[in-house]
């Protein structure tokens, strides 16, 4: 009996916990001048947070530290409980997706079939097992006929769902996606809702950062005011 109250007890903690953590963060690409200013907060994987903002006041900057590509100048950032000055930014990825802002950046294969595989057959992982995936996430995003495109040619909305299908073939735990609607159209961002709303669903924890206020709002549980590298509002819907 008592055995299961503890248990029940050290559930509740863990369920709790934040999935990415910030204490007293801050960052700054020039010395002596900071960007990210004594940012402390916690993000869940429960929650649907969207960070909003003006130009410049640091989202992506922040968005980047979050997802271990930088790492603070001062203060610390746990991700999943590891400090991520302590994590390789290959064990990052096995955690955390991040969407770039210009989806172009992160596309390095001469297909679409081999874009979004690139990291599994990187890891090693058998080739069966990624051609399933691979399909799998082709059909989730609508690129099966692309299969064979050069990625270069596709459209931004096709971009943008490819660079999607490469993160996510990694099953993370949090995805990190910075302006995931910029140059798309109505219905590929109603699509692109859906997909997110889904895999919250499922249990990704999820973090966008956009202006875009009728797509925060449609998919928003908390939303996050980013304005000169502070949090000045933090609000639960
Ligand atoms: N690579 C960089 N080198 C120097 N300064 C940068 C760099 N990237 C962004 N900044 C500066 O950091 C501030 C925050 O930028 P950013 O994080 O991109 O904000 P947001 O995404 O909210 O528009 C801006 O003043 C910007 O000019
Ligand atoms: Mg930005």
Same mark, same amino acid.
């Given at each position: 009996m008592e055995n299961?109250? +503890?248990?029940?007890?050290?559930? +509740?903690?863990?369920?709790?916990? $934040?999935?990415?953590?910030? @204490? +007293?963060?801050?960052?700054?690409?020039?010395?002596?001048?900071?960007?990210?200013?004594?940012? @402390?907060?916690?993000?869940?994987k429960e929650d649907f947070t969207a960070f909003t903002g003006p130009n410049g006041g640091g989202k992506t900057t922040l968005g980047k530290l979050m997802a271990g590509i930088f790492k603070p100048s001062r203060g610390d950032i746990l991700i999943d409980g590891t400090n991520s000055k302590d994590l390789k930014l290959g064990a990052v990825g096995k955690k955390i997706g991040y969407l770039f802002q210009n989806p172009e950046r992160q596309i390095f294969a001469?297909?679409?079939?081999?874009?979004?595989?690139? &990291?599994?057959?990187?890891?090693g992982v058998e080739k069966q097992q990624v051609t399933m995936k691979a399909q799998?996430?082709?059909?989730?995003?609508?690129? &099966?006929?692309?299969? +064979?495109? =050069?990625? =270069?040619?596709?459209?931004?909305?096709?971009?943008?769902?490819?660079?999607l299908a490469g993160i996510l073939i990694?099953?993370?735990? =949090?995805?990190?996606?910075?302006?995931?609607?910029? $140059?798309?159209?109505?219905?590929?961002?109603?699509?692109? @809702? &859906?997909i997110l709303k889904e895999l919250s669903k499922r249990g990704v924890g999820m973090a966008v950062i956009s202006h875009d206020d009728e797509f925060i709002q449609n998919l928003s549980t908390r939303i996050i005011d980013i304005v000169g590298g502070n949090v000045i509002a933090d609000k639960r819907k």
């Amino acid at each position: 009996m008592e055995n299961s109250k +503890n248990l029940k007890e050290a559930y +509740n903690e863990v369920i709790l916990l $934040g999935f990415i953590k910030l @204490s +007293n963060v801050c960052f700054g690409y020039k010395d002596n001048q900071d960007i990210i200013k004594n940012i @402390s907060l916690e993000l869940f994987k429960e929650d649907f947070t969207a960070f909003t903002g003006p130009n410049g006041g640091g989202k992506t900057t922040l968005g980047k530290l979050m997802a271990g590509i930088f790492k603070p100048s001062r203060g610390d950032i746990l991700i999943d409980g590891t400090n991520s000055k302590d994590l390789k930014l290959g064990a990052v990825g096995k955690k955390i997706g991040y969407l770039f802002q210009n989806p172009e950046r992160q596309i390095f294969a001469p297909t679409v079939e081999e874009d979004i595989t690139f &990291s599994l057959i990187f890891k090693g992982v058998e080739k069966q097992q990624v051609t399933m995936k691979a399909q799998e996430m082709m059909e989730i995003f609508q690129l &099966s006929h692309l299969r +064979n495109q =050069f990625p =270069f040619t596709l459209s931004q909305g096709e971009k943008q769902r490819l660079a999607l299908a490469g993160i996510l073939i990694n099953e993370p735990s =949090f995805l990190i996606l910075d302006e995931p609607t910029t $140059g798309l159209d109505i219905e590929r961002k109603g699509q692109l @809702s &859906s997909i997110l709303k889904e895999l919250s669903k499922r249990g990704v924890g999820m973090a966008v950062i956009s202006h875009d206020d009728e797509f925060i709002q449609n998919l928003s549980t908390r939303i996050i005011d980013i304005v000169g590298g502070n949090v000045i509002a933090d609000k639960r819907k």
